[in-house]
């Protein structure tokens, strides 16, 4: 029964529209209480005329929505049995697309009904959704033409010709999904965000590791001496990635405090020089450019298992885009963020049904163009580094404890093995669905956490659940013999 949940296109469709109904239901929950009492909910007069009804009814909407849900998961496990040809996918789109629309519905009900600074909602509506919407159906489109060009170009991974030894991959599969994610972020940026020098170059970086991620996939698939550089780890990471790193810090990407448990805020600033008649504070310059650096690998490394990377990248990125915005008064920088944010999530969703089990195309090193868009937006954006390790918080300590194990170990700390969290796993007895499907549920509990935490305790939270995550991690690594 697991098995036929997990199923490839199912388990998406379960998972998206679970979070299109938890986010009515968080809607409804959140406004409720500013509504009147009569709200204008029937349409069922001959001439249109909206008709008043109890306020309570609004929960309706949900609950169509999981009816909706359901029922579409019959019929597509009905079109499975008996073989329907592309029936399947005209349930997938048209009832995900149904209760967005619903969705729609209840943005504009509460709108006309809550008299309370809404801006939340009208930002939502107009910019949010928009962007995520042309972010997600530009990579739907764009990427099974890419996979043809790359597979003409012989720039495919295949597990039986190319070894790394935390590979887990079955089936050959196109490489190159950084250069997919990087198309659809910029240009639905020029449509949505407005440029100026840090969101340019924040596009900038995008690009570049995109590209940087092209060049190491292929030196991993096509024999030519001139790409084998590219595909040297010590050469992407000291030499390649902080290129990038260095242009957003170049436009104004920087750290200057991060929050202390302990006592107040630990200031980078502290430190000035003056140069070429301006004044740099290289503290905040090393801490930025090693923090980006740290960011941006251990969420490449969290690229294990097909589908894995994308749904933690969508998560993320629609958690940060909301927490850049939280605030009452929001800047014109918040804003900017926000959109960027959500780009980057809905580019990531958009990549995920070839990304799923078995995948018809690999991130590869070009995952590092995701994390460096959402490393750099959450310096930027109110929702801080602490926000941002606590959203990210099982790549982060998975990616510190594996360091810390290699360096025990007297082992390179940069070479690949299968100590990973989603190797450890598989170990169990997971299967790769569920692994993904762990990360995701995960990265979404974290983030809800870093949503309903205050800035003061947001520190002592983060510190809580990393030693929950240590434990966690730290027991799977243990070689333990039951029987004895």
Known sequence: ML???????????????????????????????????????????????????????????PFISLMVSIFSSLLYSYSKMFYQQYFDDIIFYSSSFFNLFITYSLINLIKKTTYSNIFFLNFIQTELLNSFFVSTVITIFITPLLINIFKRNDLITNPKKHFHPGMILKHPSARGGGIVFAIAVVFTSLLFVKLDSISISILIAVTLCALIGLLDDISNTISNKNFKIFGNPFFRLLVLLPIPIAILIYSGVSVQTIGNPFGDPINFNFLQVNFLNQVIYPASIFFTFIWILWIVNLLSWSNGVDGQYS????????????????????????????KLAIIAAGAALGMLPYTWNPSKIMWGFGATSAGIALSAISILSSTKISISILVLLIPFMDALITILRRILNKQNPLKGDRGHLHHLLLNRGWNVKQIAIFYWI????????????????????????????????ILLNLKIDIKK
Do not use: H
């Not at 309903?452 to 659940?465: A, G, N, Q």
């Open 3 to 61: 098995k036929k949940i997990l199923s490839s296109k199912l388990s998406i469709f379960i998972f998206v529209n679970i979070l299109i109904t938890a986010f009515q239901i968080f809607l409804i929950s959140f406004f409720f209480r500013q509504m009147n009492t009569e709200i204008p909910f029937w349409y069922t007069l001959n001439w249109g005329l909206e008709m008043l009804s109890e306020k309570r009814n609004i929960i309706l909407i």
């Open 311 to 338: 749904g933690i990248i969508t998560i993320a990125g629609i958690v940060i885009s909301f927490l850049s915005i939280r605030f009452v008064n929001v800047s014109d920088l918040d804003i900017n963020n926000a």
């Open 442 to 473: 995960s990265t979404l509990t974290m983030g809800l956490i870093a949503y309903l935490s205050s800035d003061k305790d947001l520190p002592l939270v983060l510190l809580t659940c990393a030693g929950f995550i240590s434990f966690f991690i």
